[in-house]
């Protein structure tokens, strides 16, 4: 997909704000996504239907949608099933609006399969984990 398709279509993430650095490199030099398209969509009909301006990668944070399986190691001991590595996850932070109040809204949109609330972001994925098409919730 040529940038202008992108733009098009998710005219409010642009690559460079949901790919990490290794991932927004293979897609300027080989054209590959990394990201999960439906997720994508998904986020931005998010964004569409709250109408608040809404943070992925930011202020040297790049990590925030998708990263390869090596760039989650440098972040997290966790498991590199992390939907993050996936292209079905993003962290996001939103402006003008309480981290409390997304976390509901995002609640709410029922599309979102994960939902983590943080101090400064929420988490949300399209990861149906347990196959049950059920919404999993936590907090930090
Ligand atoms: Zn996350």
């Known amino acids: 997909m040529k940038f202008e398709e992108w733009n098009n279509r998710f005219p409010n993430f642009s ?8 991932a927004l490199k293979r897609y300027e030099t080989h054209g590959i996504i990394g990201i999960d398209l439906n997720a994508l969509k998904i986020l931005q009909e998010f964004r ?4 608040v301006p809404l943070k992925v990668n930011h202020s040297g944070l790049n990590l925030r949608g ?5 760039e989650h190691l440098s972040i997290s001991q966790g498991a590199s099933m992390s939907p993050h590595c996936r292209g079905l996850a993003f962290d ?3 402006e003008k609006m309480k981290i409390h109040t997304l976390a509901s809204r995002a609640f ?3 599309f979102f399969k994960g939902i983590g609330v943080y101090d400064t972001f929420i988490h949300v994925d399209v990861w149906d984990r347990f196959g049950t098409g059920r919404i999993v919730k936590w907090r930090s």
């Not at 690559?15 to 290794?22: A, D, F, H, K, Y």
């Not at 569409?48 to 109408?51: E, F, L, V």
């Open 15 to 22: 690559p460079p704000e949901v790919l990490s650095p290794i």
């Open 92 to 94: 996001i932070t939103p």
């Open 108 to 110: 709410d949109f029922n």
């Open 48 to 51: 569409n239907k709250i109408q």
């Open 66 to 70: 998708y990263r390869t399986p090596k």
